[in-house]
């Protein structure tokens, strides 16, 4: 656990010593903020349109600092030395929950401005976080391992979108119809069966990173 944190806190220090992340990431919210405000102008668009739209944007700033978590050790040429330190297990759960702070910070600037530009209107708050932090969960887990596993490709960039599409897919289908239903104040029994697959699908999504993980970090 000790070399979990260890992993953890060379990250955040990293991340505040260079900022890259950080300020590419806030540089595309404002910038996908700013286009949906202009697009959507004065016009009175549907809740369903707007879940949509914000967790598209979401997904996309999301995307580019998760993309890097393991790029950047690469770049650096850490990762020879991340591996003495701590076991592929270890590594992998710093890396993890580095990406759900990063992404959990970034998702409440998100939302929060979004309602401010859209007045996006959620009737039941505590389902509608439940449902975003389990879908911010299952994003991140799924993420993390697809930038293990392209940091070792030649073409990293044009292979994340590619891996990612298919293995997100079904966890963004399920996320904006729960989201959708817990903005409009839905009873959270008439979602269960969407939390459940939210739950199953980042259970399996870790479980799986964590064997494969060890394969892909040592290769």
């Known amino acids: 656990m000790n070399n979990v944190r260890i992993v953890f806190l060379k990250d955040v220090r990293s991340e505040l010593r260079t900022r890259y992340v950080i300020n590419s990431l806030l ?44 790029v950047k050790e690469e770049e650096k040429e850490t990762s020879a030395a991340l591996k003495l330190s701590a076991s592929p297990t270890e590594i992998f759960a710093g890396k993890l929950i580095f990406n759900l702070v990063l992404t959990f910070i ?41 930038a293990a596993i392209i940091s070792k490709a030649n073409s990293k960039g044009t292979l994340y979108p590619v891996l990612s599409f298919p293995v997100l897919l079904p966890l963004l289908l399920t996320v904006i119809n729960a989201t959708k239903l817990a903005s409009a104040g839905i009873n959270p029994g008439e979602i269960m069966g969407e939390i459940q697959i939210l739950v199953s699908y980042t259970v399996v999504v870790i479980t799986a990173s964590v064997l494969l993980f060890p394969f892909v970090w040592e290769d």
Do not use: C, H, Q
């Open 27 to 70: 540089m595309f919210v404002l910038v996908t903020i700013s286009i949906i405000r202009f697009a959507i102008g004065d016009e009175k668009i549907e809740d369903e349109i707007l879940t949509g739209l914000l967790w598209i944007s979401i997904f996309f700033s999301a995307s580019g600092g998760l993309a890097r978590t393991f």
């Open 106 to 146: 970034l998702n409440f600037l998100i939302l929060i401005l979004f309602i401010l530009i859209t007045e996006y209107n959620i009737k039941n708050p505590v389902l509608f976080i439940s449902v975003l932090s389990l879908g911010n969960v299952g994003l991140v887990a799924a993420s993390t391992i697809i």
